[in-house]
């Protein structure tokens, strides 16, 4: 496995964490094709398709262990800090907010322009709800 690369603020872990499960899904998706096509558009000889098949498996779990350890890692951060100033509180608050959206299929328009101002508030730039 490869060595866990400690993240440099709170943010970067959650960025991280959620790329990870993004690229940990579309791994199982490529892992449901049983007709998998090689670079010439052929479909795959058994062989390279058993060789590929666990390339692919073994790289599922390794972005499943990182992802692992970046919850530990926020676990800790939130343990150890605590919401102690202002932007901790409003990050959680923006991730329970994210969580409900994804839940309820999205946020109004107000209340897009109100997560948007805290994020600018924040000094995130790209106001994107993460």
């Given at each position: 496995?490869?060595?866990f690369k400690q993240p440099s603020s709170l943010g970067e872990a959650r960025r991280r964490k959620g790329r990870l499960e993004i690229e940990q899904e579309e791994?199982?998706?490529q892992l449901t094709d049983r007709d998998r096509r090689d670079e010439n558009?052929?479909?795959?000889?058994?062989?390279?398709y058993?060789?590929?098949?666990?390339?692919?498996k073994w790289s599922l779990l390794q972005k499943e262990a990182e992802a692992k350890d970046m919850g530990f890692w926020i676990e800790d951060y939130w343990e150890e800090r605590g919401a102690s100033d202002t932007e901790d509180i409003v990050e959680a608050l923006l991730a329970v907010i994210s969580a409900l959206a994804?839940?309820?299929g999205?946020?109004?328009k107000a209340e897009s322009l109100l997560v948007n101002k805290a994020k600018g508030?924040?000094?995130?730039e790209d106001g994107d709800l993460r």
């Open positions: 496995m490869k060595e791994i199982k998706l558009g052929g479909r795959m000889d058994p062989l390279d058993i060789a590929w098949r666990k390339s692919a994804e839940e309820s999205g946020l109004t508030l924040m000094g995130d």
